[in-house]
């Protein structure tokens, strides 16, 4: 009995061993096929919005008089940064009684030239900025 005890063990830990190994595979195998996104190609640039403001008159409602505004010249510069969309499509994940949709969102930071910190531009919990479905992402 001995004898037979030591093969039923040594059968039962190959079959162990055959189903761990089997579920490593798989594993590994799921987790290769989900597609990791390479780094973006992207433009930045200064972006002159400045506009003037022409010179107006109004009424004065309470003592009639004409009121001259005089024009000015309001400076709006802004940096625009333009990311040249990767293929995605949007995937629902379905756990349990809930589901959600993965989505492609960018994560911008940015840093000042003398500055060793890097500052996040987005609220990460609700205001990343999403992929758009044209060609390119505009990122004012």
């Known amino acids: 009995m001995g004898n037979n005890s030591g093969k039923s063990l040594f059968a039962v ?8 190994s089997a579920s490593t ?4 195998q799921t987790e290769t096929s989900i597609p ?7 433009t930045v640039q200064l972006v002159d919005r400045s506009y003037d403001v022409p010179a107006s008159s109004s009424v004065d409602p309470y003592s009639g008089q004409t009121i ?3 024009g000015y010249h309001v400076e709006n510069y802004s940096i625009e940064l ?3 969309n990767q ?8 756990e349990g009684t809930s589901n959600w949709t993965a989505n492609f969102y960018y994560n911008v930071h940015m840093k000042g030239h003398f500055s060793d910190a890097w500052i996040t ?10 992929k758009s479905s ?5 990122i004012a």
């Open 121 to 130: 531009l987005y609220n990460p919990d609700s205001d990343y900025p999403q």
């Open 36 to 42: 990791k996104p390479s780094v973006p190609t992207f």
């Open 82 to 84: 333009t990311i040249l």
């Open 87 to 94: 293929p995605f499509s949007p995937v629902t994940v379905y």
């Open 68 to 70: 001259n505004h005089p």
């Open 134 to 138: 044209s060609q390119n992402t505009v």
């Open 25 to 28: 595979v798989s594993f590994v």
């Open 13 to 20: 830990c190959f079959v162990g061993l055959l189903v761990l």
